[in-house]
């Protein structure tokens, strides 16, 4: 199982990107997608996750992103993704995509993600 996130890059505050989180080796509609990410100095947080299929693509955010980012996913891509719009400095991360079975509602809780990818950088500036 690998995961490839992309999209990560320098923008400035207000700006928008999209992140990509792209499967091989597993079929992502049946495992829960999330994404989580790691600011220096600071412990990796939840930022979003969106069920498996036959859950209803059910999806949640972390407070601090709820209104911003939109997490989706393209089946025939094999492909989550993370739609971040009106972004600001504090929103300046690593960012990793993970990828799990558990239950759906332990999944904000990165101790149960068995699959991670290698991180993509975002850095927003003031």
């Known amino acids: 199982v690998q995961l490839q996130a992309s999209g990560g890059g320098l923008v400035q505050a207000g700006d928008s990107l999209r992140l990509s989180c792209a499967a091989s080796g597993h079929t992502f509609r049946n495992f829960h997608g999330g994404w989580f990410r790691q600011a220096p100095g600071k412990e990796r947080e939840f930022v979003a996750a969106i069920s498996r299929s036959g859950y209803g693509d059910s999806t949640r955010y972390a407070d601090s992103v709820k209104g911003r980012f939109t997490i989706s996913r393209d089946n025939a891509k094999n492909t989550v993704y993370l739609q971040m719009n009106s972004l600001k400095p504090e929103d300046t991360a690593v960012y990793y995509c993970?990828?799990?079975?558990?239950?759906?509602?332990?999944?904000?809780?990165?101790?149960?993600?068995?699959?991670w990818g290698q991180g993509t950088q975002v850095t927003v500036s003031s």
């Open positions: 993970a990828s799990t079975q558990i239950l759906w509602a332990y999944a904000d809780n990165m101790r149960h993600y068995t699959n």
